[in-house]
């Protein structure tokens, strides 16, 4: 991704967001790097893949009610998860900000 002004601080914000992020369900953040001024990040490999390349790869996939349930569940719990951790931050870089 290149890097721009008015980019910087959101790529900032959630490379922070990932490094403390460590849950089995998350895809793990090793590092990123800046080469002629675009971001490189490194994360964990991926090996299945995720939902979405999985679904698109056959014309007529039918997920039973129970898997919908769980991929339902697991992403709510998850995305609960985040944005408590991101109210934190947001908390935390609120307190910063008024010193």
């Known amino acids: 991704m290149p890097l721009r002004a008015d980019n910087m601080k959101l790529l ?3 490379i922070g967001i990932m490094k403390d992020s460590h849950h089995e369900n998350i895809t793990g953040y090793f590092d990123s790097f800046i080469v002629d001024n675009n971001l490189w ?3 964990e490999l991926m ?3 995720c939902l979405t390349e999985i679904l698109e790869q056959f014309e007529t996939v039918q ?12 992403v ?3 995305l609960s998860s985040f944005l ?3 109210l ?3 908390r935390f870089t609120d307190a910063l900000t008024m010193q």
């Not at 997920?63 to 339902?72: C, D, M, P, S």
């Open 63 to 74: 997920l039973t009610e129970e898997q919908i349930a769980r991929v339902a569940r697991e």
């Open 76 to 78: 709510l719990y998850h």
């Open 88 to 90: 934190s931050l947001s």
């Open 12 to 14: 900032v914000t959630e």
């Open 84 to 86: 408590s951790l991101s």
């Open 41 to 43: 990040v490194a994360m």
């Open 47 to 49: 090996g299945g893949g």
